[in-house]
């Protein structure tokens, strides 16, 4: 059975974090993703190689100078027969070059574009450069540090960047769905900033309406104690009155297991010391045994690379190998089973303009054309990559290519089991 995208082709110039994290979730169901890229450094995200690799496998490499005409020409090739484009450049920077959304879709009106900005398309920040933390900031997702709080630390999950790239995949979805009901293309604006002030959606209501204090408040149960052993567990008794009555079952707090919702919210600091106390006095496997048996949510806090021994992680299949340089590279697969079908990584990490000559040759641009754009450098064949790949000789496009290599397209990738190898 194919992938649920199979066929799908989608020409990201998007980088860094969002577009490169929408375009990880659709290559791993199937699409086709061709990374344009700019000469020289390409995605900045290489500078980095272990955050640029876990996001940029599965994808071919082609870099182009959109500075000068050659190279613009041959991306409109590209896009004509392209579905999707993804974009992440700071607004008004392609239509300056000729090849924005309006020029674009005007060539190519059955075209979902993507822009993808901090600010989005519109309004006073649009123009205003940012990166995750000064998104979050401006959004309130930061509220409960306004001063006099103390300032936060910077937190070490993007929220700006992976929302984008979720709304992103799913601006391309309905696109694609638009298309094939109304027959037409469509541009789409997806907002860093915008999808921070979404996610807020049940702190801001009851601020802004009078309505209570924002979001879900918190019980003396739900919270992260600390086990005899310096073990932490996460406890998350939100509101239900049987998660607490068992919880003060196996905690020796019998006397406070008749207590409802809102009279534990009146005694939360006399209450949330008592648990801390009792859960201190037993190692954290035996706390978990008792949790387990009488139903308490728990969770014990893990590091990362805890999560190679994760049973259920490893019943789930999240993480997958892939070879690449001689050596198999850890992946982790996207998030949705399909009938049954976990579908991950199917290829390795692209090295700068790996697959330029491979892609133009695709899209039908004469040869001689080619060879002129790559000595003029308006495109650049990168080398085989480093994470693996086939040999030139191995692709019959009938180039004499001076440099450039390919990987092969599919392959079927293989679950991680757990391994002690892997243990940081």
Not at 122 to 131: C, E, F, I, K, L
Not at 223 to 234: E, I, K, Y
Not at 296 to 314: K, N, T, Y
Not at 387 to 404: A, K
Request: glycine content about 12%.
């Amino acid at each position: 059975m194919g992938l649920p995208l199979e066929g799908l082709r989608i020409l990201s110039l998007a980088h860094q974090y969002p577009g490169p994290y929408a375009t990880l979730l659709l290559s791993d169901l199937g699409a086709e993703i061709v990374l344009v890229e700019r000469p020289g450094a390409g995605d900045p995200a290489r500078a980095f190689p272990g955050f640029h690799g876990a996001l940029a496998r599965g994808k071919r490499s082609v870099v182009l100078d959109l500075k000068v005409e050659q190279g613009r020409n041959l991306l409109l090739a590209l896009v004509k027969k392209a579905d999707v484009v993804l974009d992440g450049y700071r607004p008004g920077a392609l239509d300056k070059l000729g090849v924005g959304p309006d020029a674009l879709t005007r060539i190519c009106p059955k075209l979902v574009y993507v822009s993808v900005s901090g600010y989005g398309l519109t309004g006073p920040y649009a123009d205003r450069s940012g990166h995750d933390l000064t998104y979050q900031a401006e959004a309130g997702v930061l509220y409960e540090h306004v001063p006099p709080a103390a300032p936060p630390a910077a937190p070490s999950l993007a929220l700006g960047d992976l929302v984008a790239g979720l709304l992103a995949a799913q601006a391309v979805l309905i696109g694609l769905f638009r298309r094939e009901r109304d027959h037409d293309g469509s541009k789409w604006d997806v907002s860093m900033f915008d999808g921070l002030v979404s996610l807020l959606t049940a702190h801001v209501g009851p601020v802004l309406n009078q309505e209570g204090p924002p979001g879900f408040p918190y019980e003396p149960g739900y919270g992260v104690f600390r086990t005899r052993d310096d073990v932490h567990l996460a406890l998350g008794v939100a509101h239900e009155d049987h998660f607490w009555r068992a919880l003060c079952d196996i905690a020796g707090m019998e006397e406070d297991r008749g207590l409802v919702s809102s009279e534990r919210f009146a005694e939360h600091t006399r209450l949330r010391s008592a648990l801390e106390r009792a859960i201190a006095k037993r190692p954290a496997d035996e706390w978990e045994d008792l949790l387990k048996d009488h139903d308490v949510p728990f969770g014990r806090v893990r590091s990362l690379a805890d999560l190679a021994e994760s049973p259920h992680v490893i019943a789930r299949e999240l993480l997958m190998r892939e070879p690449g340089g001689g050596v198999e590279r850890v992946y982790v697969r996207q998030p949705l089973g399909v009938n049954g079908e976990l579908p991950g990584p199917r290829t390795g990490v692209p090295s700068l303009g790996q697959h330029t000559v491979e892609v133009l040759t695709e899209a039908g641009i004469p040869a001689d054309i080619i060879e002129a754009a790559l000595d003029l450098q308006a495109a650049v064949q990168g080398s085989c990559s480093s994470h693996g790949g086939t040999d030139v000789s191995e692709v019959d496009d009938g180039l004499d290519r001076r440099n450039g290599g390919t990987a092969t397209h599919r392959y079927p990738s293989r679950v991680l089991r757990p391994s002690r190898n892997l243990k940081r």
